[in-house]
């Protein structure tokens, strides 16, 4: 925690922090004078002669140090918001910022679900930890310290009493601790749980309403639930011991005191009974203000073993290490230009998943040119995403080298190699705002020149069917793009990747909603409108790749075939075997 705060906060906050010790100081220096006043009145009253008049001024000064102390409250209260909101702050930012960096792998590791929760539950819990915590961690010492020195030495029966008092206490909040702590521990990993479960089934809507899995879900639901329930009951039947401890502790004291004292001041002689009585009343106010102090680290007692949890959660996605790391050769400032333009190779390239076993990619080397056509087909499950997925460095190579104008992308910035490449992924994602604004996304929101989002959608056969939307290419676009069919977020994904007007183009399967003609339309429209850009088309049909200028037969990660359709169709058994499975004999015959 100590290290969350430290690396987190601004000189700012950190002043802010500073404002709130001053006044807290000067809070429990005003609520230490008041039972000194309470004596005096004490005193005064039962003292004949006593002027109303020093009753009153006694009393007056009373209500200042209520009033002074009401008011630097909310003087903490309001520095210790502004710095707990600007912790917050900063903390969403660098988290944000720091899965922004996260390859592939570092998600995979973590869970979507679990990476949203550390950004918003997580660091919801140390925000509540730093407002509450300024005003009680710091003022709880302060004020038990400085009531245990007031009272220290007036009276060893009395201070007996409170030091029984707070031993049975403190071994009262130890005790909950020791039970409590692990419970809430185990919360946060349970909020992650719960919010896989809520998303999956959000997610999958369709699939689960199509199957009339509801049910099904609803019980996974439900088991996820009730196990957070029980975790969260169990952490919180043990913390409800606190307020009833506390309430008893703080009760016996009082009884205590006045037990003892009641003795005392029958021993006592008469002349000194009034002086003990007026002792008593003050001792009393002070030991009652020592177990006020433990009774406001008790709130965050409740609190921290979460916070803490959270901390550790926070800590854990910042020191993660990225394992994609930008290269420093070639960056978007760079003064150096690579000598070839547009080209890809593939040089004894090998790559397997982290944990992940085998390798899915085997020793495959091949180039492509500027402006070829490089189809990748192959069963499912054959490495042809993974393959593509190596270009655009969404994960690294294991072996061999992945070059991009002649370079290892690994000598490139991300920004720098991504600048080069529009990349359609394999499941069409749209985000929420507007036809036009999804086009030109790859402009990193920034407006596109007249007439490119215009001519992107013309080339993915996307003009006619945005046309009829209202609004045309302002027509609302709903969150995954819920408002427009499969084939049309497909198409305007692949919009998205031609209007940045690349020097290579990666299709990885977006074709596959498309129907034979808009996929034909499609390819001959990119054919005229990006000669001179280096294609990519992942596709499980033949008639979406038979034209390219070279084809990759990929099985179990290998490549069993290089070459063109009509090269393959005499060489490659695997291309061989899915032709006959797609193509009729006439077809076969004249290729």
Same mark, same amino acid.
């Given at each position: ?6 690396n ?8 802010y922090?500073a ?7 000067f ?6 004078r008041?039972?000194g ?12 002669g ?27 209260g ?6 707990a909101s ?6 969403? $930012? ?11 792998e $570092? ?10 929760n ?10 509540n930890?730093?407002a509450m915590?300024l005003?009680?961690?710091v ?14 030495g ?6 007996t ?9 403190v071994i009262?909040?130890? *005790?909950?601790?020791?039970y ?5 521990q ?5 909020t992650?749980k ?21 049910d ?18 169990a952490?919180?039947?043990v913390?409800?011991?606190m307020?009833?401890g506390?309430t008893l502790?703080?009760?016996g ?5 006045y ?9 006592a002689?008469a002349?000194s ?6 002792d ?7 030991a009652m ?16 073993p979460?916070?803490?949890v959270?901390?550790n959660?926070i ?7 990225a394992?994609?790391k ?7 400032n760079?003064? $150096? ?12 390239v090998?790559?397997r998943y ?10 495959i080397s ?16 054959s ?11 969404l994960y690294?190579?294991t072996?061999?080298q ?6 290892d ?7 720098a190699?991504?600048?080069?490449i529009?990349y ?6 749209l ?11 790859g ?7 007249e007439?490119?989002?215009e001519?992107?959608?013309a ?19 709903a969150q995954?793009?819920t408002? *427009?069919?499969?084939?049309?977020r497909?198409?305007?994904s692949?919009?998205?990747?031609v209007a ?9 399967d ?17 054919k005229?409108?990006?000669e001179?850009t280096?294609? *990519?088309i ?14 990759i037969?990929?099985?179990?990660g ?9 090269e393959?169709l005499k060489?490659?058994?695997?291309y061989? $075997?899915?032709?006959?499975?797609q ?9």
């Amino acid at each position: 925690m100590w290290k969350i705060l430290k690396n987190n906060m601004s000189g700012t906050q950190k002043r802010y922090a500073a404002v709130c010790v001053i006044f807290i100081v000067f809070q429990v220096w005003l609520d230490l004078r008041l039972p000194g006043y309470m004596s005096a009145i004490t005193t005064l009253v039962e003292t004949e002669g006593s002027a109303v008049s020093d009753i009153v001024r006694h009393g007056i000064y009373m209500i200042i140090c209520a009033l002074g102390s009401m008011g630097t409250s909310m003087i903490v209260g309001f520095f210790a918001a502004r710095v707990a909101s600007g912790v917050a702050k900063t903390l969403r $930012e660098k988290v944000y910022d720091r899965i922004l960096d996260f390859s592939m792998e $570092e998600i995979n590791h973590f869970s979507t679900a679990s990476l949203i929760n550390r950004n918003t539950n997580d660091i919801t819990q140390i925000q509540n930890l730093v407002a509450m915590g300024l005003q009680a961690i710091v003022k709880a010492p302060i004020l038990a310290v400085w009531a245990i020195l007031k009272i220290a030495g007036k009276n060893w029966q009395w201070t007996t009493a409170t030091g029984i008092a707070v031993i049975v206490l403190v071994i009262m909040l130890a *005790f909950i601790l020791r039970y409590a702590m692990p419970r809430f521990q185990k919360m946060q990993d349970l909020t992650d749980k719960l919010n896989r479960v809520t998303r999956e089934q959000l997610t999958g809507i369709r699939v689960v309403r199509a199957y009339n899995a509801e049910d099904y879900q609803e019980k996974k639901f439900s088991d996820a639930n009730d196990e957070i329930t029980e975790n969260n009951l169990a952490a919180h039947r043990v913390m409800a011991l606190m307020g009833p401890g506390m309430t008893l502790i703080s009760s016996g004291l009082t009884l205590s005191v006045y037990w003892a004292g009641t003795f005392i001041i029958a021993a006592a002689g008469a002349g000194s009974r009034l002086s003990i009585f007026s002792d008593m009343v003050v001792f009393s106010n002070y030991a009652m203000m020592v177990i006020m102090a433990f009774m406001m680290l008790n709130m965050i007692l409740i609190i921290l073993p979460r916070a803490q949890v959270s901390a550790n959660r926070i800590l854990e996605v910042l020191e993660t290490k990225a394992r994609i790391k930008d290269g420093i050769r070639i960056t978007r400032n760079t003064s $150096e230009k690579p000598v070839e333009k547009g080209t890809v190779e593939f040089r004894n390239v090998s790559f397997r998943y982290p944990d992940g076993g085998d390798d899915v990619i085997k020793d495959i080397s091949f180039k492509a040119n500027q402006g070829e056509t490089i189809a990748i087909i192959g069963a499912t499950s054959s490495g042809k995403s993974t393959l593509i997925s190596l270009i655009p460095r969404l994960y690294d190579a294991t072996e061999g080298q992945v070059l991009v104008d002649g370079i290892d992308v690994k000598e490139y910035s991300q920004e720098a190699l991504r600048d080069r490449i529009g990349y359609a992924a394999q499941q069409a994602i749209l985000f929420s705002g507007t036809v036009k604004s999804n086009i030109g996304y790859g402009n990193n929101g920034n407006e596109m020149q007249e007439g490119i989002v215009e001519e992107a959608a013309a080339v993915s056969q996307s003009t006619e069917f945005i046309m009829k939307k209202e609004g045309a290419f302002e027509a609302h676009v709903a969150q995954n793009g819920t408002n *427009f069919s499969g084939g049309q977020r497909q198409r305007l994904s692949i919009a998205r990747a031609v209007a940045r007007k690349p020097e290579i183009l990666v299709f990885d399967d977006s074709f596959s909603a498309l129907d034979y003609k808009t996929d034909k339309a499609v390819r001959s429209a990119l054919k005229k409108e990006a000669e001179n850009t280096t294609l *990519f088309i992942v596709a499980q049909r033949i008639g979406t790749i038979k034209d390219a200028d070279k084809i990759i037969v990929l099985e179990h990660g290998r490549a069993v075939g290089i070459g063109t359709h009509s090269e393959l169709l005499k060489t490659c058994s695997v291309y061989q $075997e899915i032709a006959r499975s797609q193509l009729t004999r006439e077809e076969l015959e004249s290729a």
